[in-house]
């Protein structure tokens, strides 16, 4: 019998960011960026069965609403274990059996100190109106980044904060502000509707989880234009190329509207990555892109290109570029050469610094 819950308490206690189980193999926990193999007997098709009837029957007892996974190919949803933590699940088919991702999140909500986000990132919680994009690779931390900046807005000034998620990682409590919590199927249907729904619901604040496609994205820029902050993600790396998969989303003919739209409405994006340390740990590198006078005049004319120019030229006004910020934990010795070339956004220019190895 596998026993799951002796298997998420060992992820907690070893600080694994997520869990897997697969057939054919034994269970495995990622713990600093590498997968490392935990379980000693290879998983089998039912035992496969078995543990994803426990998470739903996990997901039933921390839930007003149980979901079913007779006839799932692939699903999302979260479950809380007491005194353990939140669990973010993926279960999906593969070769005919079942196999499951699981996401750890702890109860506490995440100290950006100790994580080493910037304090330009959660300066940028302070804007009131406007449109602030998290970006990254999946598993770059974006989610607990924008979780961060919530609590520094929740704790710091009143209003009302709305989030949209699939599914719902990090629970806030209310402090200053109220905070309206919502998981795409178990509380709406779409973050398409949700997203139309908050605009009636008074939002100060509004988190949209993933900018999926360019109706969401269609309201998400109405909503910055119309006064309220909105929070979101997109799976990207650099300001530039954000940028341009937002216009590339829409039609031709909107493209230029768009282009104005984002002109006016965006205020910073935000692009992350995840490296690991010589000590084993992981350590974030951000890009940083505040909007000002010559990047709104760059997004209108269609020049994004020049865009990672005024990035560099701008550290003054708390920009930075990804490979300033890489080459910058080089030089504090917390990284490899190899692992600053690896996660270079242009490479030639880290290797001038680091060499070619």
Do not use: N, W
């Given at each position: 019998m596998i026993d799951v819950m002796e298997i998420l308490r060992?992820?907690?206690?070893?600080?694994?960011?997520?869990?897997?189980?697969?057939?054919?193999?034994?269970?495995?926990?990622?713990?600093?960026?590498?997968?490392?193999?935990?379980?000693?007997?290879?998983?089998?098709?039912?035992?496969?069965?078995?543990?994803?009837?426990?998470?739903?029957?996990?997901?039933?007892?921390?839930?007003k609403e149980a979901l079913s996974f007779d006839g799932i190919r692939d699903a999302d949803f979260s479950f809380s274990v007491s005194r353990l933590g939140r669990f973010r699940a993926n279960v999906y088919k593969q070769r005919g059996s079942y196999a499951a991702v699981l996401r750890v999140v702890k109860f506490e909500l995440p100290d950006p100190k100790a994580l080493n986000i910037s304090d330009v990132v959660m300066g940028l919680s302070d804007k009131n109106k406007g449109m602030i994009l998290i970006t990254g690779a999946a598993g770059s931390g974006k989610s607990t980044t924008l979780a961060c900046m919530v609590d520094k807005i929740n704790s710091s000034r009143p209003g009302h904060i709305i989030?949209?998620?699939?599914?719902?990682?990090?629970?806030?409590?209310?402090?200053?502000?109220?905070?309206?919590?919502?998981e795409v199927v178990q509380d709406t249907d779409t973050y398409?509707?949700?997203?139309?729904?908050?605009?009636?619901?008074s939002p100060n604040v509004v988190l949209l989880g993933e900018m999926r496609d360019f109706e969401t994205i269609s309201v998400a820029l109405t909503a910055a234009e119309t006064g309220q902050l909105v929070l979101s993600t997109l799976h990207t790396i650099g300001a530039a190329h954000?940028?341009?998969?937002?216009?590339?989303?829409?039609?031709?003919?909107?493209?230029?509207?768009?282009?104005t739209q984002l002109s006016m409405c965006l205020e910073a994006v935000v692009s992350q990555q995840l490296l690991p340390t010589k000590d084993g740990k992981l350590m974030p590198a951000f890009e940083i892109m505040i909007m000002n006078n010559a990047v709104r005049n760059l997004i209108r004319e269609n020049k994004l290109h020049q865009i990672n120019n005024i990035i560099f030229s701008s550290s003054g006004e708390g920009m930075v570029t990804m490979d300033t910020s890489i080459l910058s934990l080089y030089d504090k010795g917390m990284i490899t050469p190899e692992t600053a070339r690896r996660y270079a956004a242009n490479y030639?220019?880290?290797?001038?610094?680091?060499?070619?190895?």
């Open positions: 060992s992820a907690v206690e070893c600080e694994a960011s997520d869990v897997f189980f697969v057939a054919g193999a034994p269970y495995s926990f990622r713990i600093s960026g590498s997968i490392v193999t935990k379980g000693e007997a290879r998983l089998m098709p039912d035992d496969l069965t078995g543990i994803v009837e426990k998470f739903y029957e996990l997901q039933a007892q921390s839930s989030t949209i998620e699939d599914p719902i990682e990090y629970v806030h409590a209310h402090k200053t502000s109220l905070v309206s919590q919502r398409l509707s949700a997203l139309r729904a908050a605009l009636r619901q954000t940028i341009d998969r937002i216009i590339d989303v829409f039609p031709a003919g909107q493209q230029s509207q768009i282009r030639e220019t880290v290797v001038k610094h680091v060499g070619a190895g």
